[in-house]
């Protein structure tokens, strides 16, 4: 389905009858790497919502330029079209970064979290300037480097060595994200808050996902994230990297269940 905004057309994937969880994806993907999510999800009593965030696969934006409060208000305006008032969210890696931005905000309007391969801390000033190089490679040269550059960090060694076709599939998807919405989200991903300072405050359950051979996000952010906030449970892959819902599908789908059937 199609949900028209100011400046902008989201696509959201919409499988399944019961209780409504909301999965946002990471840079620069589309509702697409949740497929396996999706389809345990909405065969066990779940409603999946999975939008293609601004500027990726089927959903277009006009401009190059928005904040992470942007990407959350996208979210919720999709919940109340919906008539969703309370929900379950998970993000993956820069929806991680949405979710924190939900819940800072929005925090009455959830039910549990699932935080998968990323981050409670804003970029330092490293960070920063390697989000400013990326935004001028893409205005330059356009999107291949950009995309490029992270298709090396999302897998682990193990998933180069024995899984390529997901490697693959992964990298038709990245071909789907626009120019404009990698610019903006570089941008967004810039400039969001730190939230390291939110995490006790969250008291609703929350399960932690990541992959130990993570090239993107260090095992630390995890075990940060595990340690702050009370009721929250954590799952290390020993297998994955950053794509750990696809490269782990089977242990995370196991663990996402447990979790939200809990």
């Known amino acids: 389905m199609k949900i028209e905004l100011t400046n902008c057309s989201l696509y959201v994937h919409v499988k399944g009858d019961g209780e409504p969880i909301i999965l946002i994806h990471g840079f620069p993907l589309t509702h697409e790497m949740w497929e396996p999510q999706i389809e345990l999800l909405s065969n066990n009593g779940f409603q999946v919502i999975a939008p293609d ?35 379950s969210i998970a993000g993956m890696s820069m929806g991680g970064y949405i979710t924190f931005n939900i819940i800072d905000r929005f925090s009455e309007r959830i039910n549990k979290a699932i935080l998968i391969a990323t981050k409670a801390q804003a970029d330092d000033e490293a960070g920063k300037n390697r989000r400013n190089e990326l935004i001028e490679l893409a205005k ?21 060595e024995n899984n390529l076709d997901l490697i693959d599939k992964v990298s038709i998807i990245m071909e789907r994200a626009s120019l404009n919405g990698i610019i903006g989200s570089l941008g967004a991903m810039r400039d969001r808050k730190d939230y390291v300072n939110l995490l006790d405050k969250i008291n609703f359950p929350v399960l932690v996902i990541h992959g130990k051979s993570d090239l993107a996000s260090p095992i630390q952010n995890a075990e940060l994230m595990h340690q702050k906030i009370k009721n929250s449970s954590i799952y290390f892959s020993e297998i994955a990297g950053h794509m750990v819902n696809l490269e782990d599908r089977e242990n995370v789908n196991k663990k996402i269940l447990e979790f939200l059937k809990a």
Do not use: H, Y
């Open 140 to 160: 330059k040269e356009g999107k291949r480097p950009v995309i490029d550059a992270f298709k090396k960090i999302l897998f682990a060694p193990l998933t180069w």
């Open 53 to 87: 965030l601004r500027g990726f696969g089927n959903s277009l934006v006009e401009m190059s330029e928005w904040q992470m409060d942007d990407f959350g208000n996208d979210i919720l305006c999709i919940a109340d079209k919906l008539n969703i008032k309370k929900f």
